[in-house]
């Protein structure tokens, strides 16, 4: 299945795409849908005939999860991101995080603030959490993976390295893409551990292009180990972080200043598209 949540009439959907059209699911967002235990079955058991339908054109899309309880990012996932960036392989993987308010839709703008010279791109596979785990090892990692969304992780490097915590330069308000759908497992290949060509164009330029397959922590490592910290919840969002083609490692360094649209897809999931806007001033 694919899912998403729908803005329409002021406020939002959780709908299933069918064909050309999107079915409404009886509840407000993913994140709400997702709080049942039976989500998937009521999902798929919601017809067309029985259900108010939207079209897919022109359809406007929230961030897939509007309020997860949690996003946790992956830094350093990518071999090659890893060497661009001059590092040794990591033993375990690195974590940060960001809050709901810094999460868009997938074709919201994205707003560049005023207090940084170095706006860079990175795009990235997300894991949504289905049900609530802690310590899942194996088949229950597995089974806690609802599905698989798109997610920039734009980040604000001069910040993110002012010190060495990330946190900083990752979760600028209205700065972080994703959606526009949840793509259940069982339509990928690979399934939890899916093989995905990801891409990332600026107007039409392309700065990333590589698969999944060189992901060095893969879905399920992540949720075991993110899950043995913290309890993850359903809608909750792992960001399994970045290939290489950052704008960072260039020579020279290239970033965003406005005005530019950034195109982030993952085959099979879909695609983002933003406008990169400078913010107004207050």
């Known amino acids: 299945m694919k899912l998403a949540t729908l803005r329409t009439g002021g406020t939002t959907r959780a709908v299933r795409l069918d064909g050309d059209v999107l079915v409404d699911l009886g509840v407000a967002d993913l994140g709400a849908l997702l709080d049942r235990d039976d989500w998937a ?63 868009v839709g997938a074709q919201d703008d994205v707003v560049r603030p005023d207090e940084t010279d170095a706006f860079d791109w990175e795009v990235e596979l997300a894991v949504v959490v289905g049900k609530p785990v802690r310590r899942a090892r194996g088949a229950a990692a597995e089974q806690a993976i609802a599905g698989f969304t798109v997610l920039n992780d734009i980040t604000c490097r001069d910040w993110q390295f002012r010190t060495r915590e990330w946190l900083q330069g990752k979760t600028w308000d209205s700065s972080t893409p994703v959606g526009p759908y949840l793509v259940t497992p069982d339509e990928l290949p690979g399934g939890v551990r899916p093989a995905l060509e990801v891409r990332l164009t600026v107007d039409g330029e392309v700065m990333q292009s590589d698969t999944t397959g060189d992901l060095l922590f893969d879905p399920v490592d992540l949720v075991e180990y993110v899950s043995t910290i913290v309890r993850l919840n359903p809608g909750d969002i792992i960001a399994t972080g970045t290939p290489g083609g950052v704008g960072h490692a260039r020579r020279p360094a290239r970033y965003l200043v406005g005005g530019e649209t950034v195109v982030t ?18």
């Open 41 to 103: 079955g009521r999902a798929a058991a919601v017809t067309a005939d029985s259900a108010t339908t939207y079209p897919l054109d022109g359809a406007e899309f929230a961030p897939v999860v509007p309020r997860p309880s949690k996003v946790v990012c992956v830094g350093l996932n990518y071999r090659n991101h890893i060497q661009e960036m001059g590092r040794d392989l990591p033993e375990h993987p690195t974590l940060f995080a960001k809050f709901a308010d810094s999460l």
């Open 265 to 282: 897809e993952i085959e099979g999931l879909g695609r983002l598209e933003n406008r990169v806007v400078k913010e107004k001033s207050a």
